[in-house]
């Protein structure tokens, strides 16, 4: 419905990615892969993407084992052995619905201590096949055609070892993309563009709305 209404008022919508923002003067150009634009404003929407661990196997299992969607995925997990990373509220509520599909859940988390609700981590300790992974993190995915086991290491005390799961979801937050315009606007320590009230940013010319803010 809000494609339409932009195509109705004229908008051209074109699918690709913005490289680099540049200010020439009173006007910027856009650098993108599908060509480049000279405009007098540019409006900033484009939204957080979920946090990835950088680790060896997980560009290459994702969407074949490796997921950031819990909602989105679960049901592939049943009678599965599955890993849930993270600490915050997201993952504690993941590895709760996983419960349901899978026969296993190992929760990492690289702490001994979670960022999610009290009464939510409770709940998801006296779940019988959700089982905790403190002070831990994922150094590698490991398979042939899809997840086979990772690779984690304590992080106190250095020990690794590996543990055969089918799948791993990655609860682990959410990061904004915004080096294409980085050098130009303020940002806060999270990477978010600072605005006002009116969605202006630091640099006249340039408004940014939604998550990435």
Request: with cysteine; glycine share 8%; proline share 2%.
């Amino acid at each position: 419905i809000f494609e339409k209404q932009a195509r109705d008022f004229g908008a051209e919508i074109l699918f690709g990615y913005v490289t680099m923002v540049e200010k020439i003067n009173d006007h910027f150009k856009v650098i993108s892969n599908v060509g480049e634009f000279e405009t007098k404003t540019v409006i900033v929407a484009s939204g957080k993407v979920p946090s990835r661990l950088n680790v060896p196997g997980e560009d290459k299992f994702f969407g074949r084992g490796v997921s950031t969607c819990v909602s989105c995925d679960a049901t592939f997990a049943k009678n599965k052995v599955v890993a849930v990373v993270g600490g915050g509220n997201s993952a504690l509520e993941g590895a709760e619905v996983l419960s349901k599909f899978a026969n296993k859940v190992y929760l990492i988390h690289r702490r001994d201590q979670f960022r999610a609700d009290e009464i939510t981590v409770e709940k998801v300790k006296r779940l019988p096949n959700v089982e905790f992974v403190l002070d831990t993190v994922v150094n590698e995915i490991i398979g042939d055609k899809k997840v086979e086991k990772i690779v984690i290491q304590n992080v106190k005390g250095g020990e690794m070892k590996e543990l055969y799961v089918d799948m791993v979801f990655l609860e682990i937050g959410y990061e904004t993309k915004i080096d294409f315009v980085k050098h130009l606007v303020q940002t806060d320590s999270y990477n978010q563009i600072i605005t006002n009230k009116a969605a202006e940013t630091s640099c006249p010319g340039i408004f940014a709305a939604g998550d990435v803010t």
